[in-house]
C-alpha cells in the first residue's frame, strides 16, 4: 500500500523552478510536522524543509530564500516551491509524515521519492 505519493519532479537549468507536492492517504490522520527530505547519489538523508499543523516552517541553510514548503491539512497535501535551482540541489527528494493509523501508533511515513535534476 502506497500512503505518500509524490509528484513534480524533473530536469531543470540552473536558476529554474519545480513545484513538489505530496498527498497523504486519508488513512493517515492526526499529522503533526509534514515535510521534504532528498537524497543526492552517495550521499546521506537531509532535511530540506519541514511544517507544523499550524503552519510555522523551517529549512536547510542553503535553500533559504529560495524554496517555500506549505500544507494543506483539509487534504493532507504538503508541497514545495522551489525557486532559483542549483546543481547541488539535484536529488531524489521524498514527503514525510508523522502521523498515525487506525493500525498503528504515531510513525513517520515516507513516500517514494520524486527526482529532481538541475542541469544545463
Known amino acids: 500500500q502506497v500512503l505518500l505519493v509524490e509528484s513534480g519532479g524533473g530536469l531543470v537549468q540552473p536558476g529554474g523552478s519545480l513545484r513538489l507536492s505530496c498527498v497523504a492517504s486519508?488513512?493517515?490522520?492526526?499529522?503533526?510536522?509534514m515535510g521534504w527530505y532528498r537524497q543526492a547519489p552517495g550521499k546521506q538523508r537531509e532535511l530540506v524543509a519541514a511544517?507544523?499543523?499550524?503552519?510555522?516552517?523551517k529549512y536547510k541553510d542553503s535553500v533559504k530564500g529560495r524554496f517555500t514548503v506549505s500544507r494543506d491539512n483539509a487534504k493532507n497535501t504538503v508541497s514545495l516551491q522551489m525557486n532559483i535551482l542549483k546543481p547541488e540541489d539535484t536529488a531524489v527528494y521524498y514527503c514525510n509524515a508523522d502521523g498515525m493509523t487506525t493500525n498503528s501508533g504515531r510513525k513517520s511515513y515516507w513516500g517514494q521519492g520524486t527526482q529532481v535534476a538541475v542541469s544545463s
Open positions: 486519508e488513512m493517515i490522520f492526526n499529522i503533526n510536522e
Open positions: 511544517i507544523s499543523r499550524g503552519g510555522i516552517a
